[in-house]
């Protein structure tokens, strides 16, 4: 009985000169590949510093400035140029321009990389729903070809509400100066929870404590201010009709220029000496 013969053949003179060529394919892969992601790897860590160091100093040049911004009454956006200009307690108007801050001389240079800051990149936006939230880009190209970009938070901390700050008599009337400038009055709409501003700011009643009787009395907006267009109020002037100089006053809603609502408050008049 005759078994089965098996027969091996082996590979061919050209099956192995494939073989290897695209063995050879492969390993250039694998080598570009690896010399690639080594110097990707190698670049970014060498860039850190300058990174770190850039945008530090970028970093903290805006938010040495937005300090003001944050501890103002209100303020304005520019966002062509971009700046902002802000009004603290006494409205004095002061403008704080980023693109300036950015291509200050001490930001051109941070160490071991240039700052090419007269083409640095910088924006602003303010949400729709936050107006007391301002958003900073930053974008500045440095000699190395790379661009660094970082995001400056600015939050408004500072409630403009318009609370009673002195008093001063003038016979059995009452003028009383507000810490923070008034919009108008306010006034909350039936079925809204929130007060909305007055259009009228002429007069309107409010109620004094005249020998322990309440009475009514009028309030008028004074110490008109011009900002940014429209007039607010540094004063609330009482006129009253009572015989002795009233002791309590309630001062009515208020809105403040930033939009702060201020409920209505019943106070004591203590005029300073």
Do not use: H
């Not at 805006?62 to 971009?82: F, G, M």
């Not at 208020?254 to 408050?265: N, R």
């Amino acid at each position: 009985m005759k078994g089965n013969k098996k027969s091996y053949k082996g590979m061919t003179l050209v099956e192995v000169l494939i073989s290897l060529a695209l063995l050879s394919v492969l390993m250039l892969l694998v080598l570009f590949t690896s010399t690639w992601i080594f110097t990707f790897v190698k670049n970014r860590l060498i860039a850190l510093p300058n990174y770190v160091i850039g945008l530090s100093r970028a970093y903290s040049a805006v938010y040495l400035n937005a300090q003001s911004i944050q501890l103002s009454a209100t303020y304005t956006v520019d966002k062509n140029l971009p700046s902002v200009t802000l009004y603290k307690k006494s409205l004095v108007p002061t403008t704080v321009n980023f693109k300036d801050l950015i291509g200050a001389a001490k930001l051109s240079t941070s160490g071991t990389v240039t700052l090419d800051v007269q083409t640095a990149s910088v924006s602003i936006q303010q949400p729709s729903d936050n107006r007391f939230l301002l958003l900073l880009y930053l974008s500045i190209p440095s000699s190395d070809g790379r661009r660094f970009d970082n995001t400056v938070v600015i939050k408004k901390l500072v409630n403009a509400a318009p609370v009673p700050e002195k008093f001063t008599r003038s016979g059995n009337n009452v003028t009383i100066g507000l810490y923070y400038p008034a919009l108008g009055f306010g006034v909350r709409p039936t079925g809204s929870s929130d007060l909305q501003l007055v259009t009228d700011t002429s007069t309107i009643t409010t109620i004094i404590v005249d020998n322990g009787v309440r009475k009514t009395a009028t309030v008028s907006l004074t110490g008109t201010t011009p900002l940014n267009g429209r007039n607010v109020y540094q004063e609330l002037y009482i006129q009253t009709s009572a015989t002795t100089q009233p002791v309590f006053v309630t001062i009515p809603p208020l809105i403040g220029v930033d939009g702060t609502p201020c409920e209505d408050v019943t106070v004591k008049v203590v005029t300073s000496p």
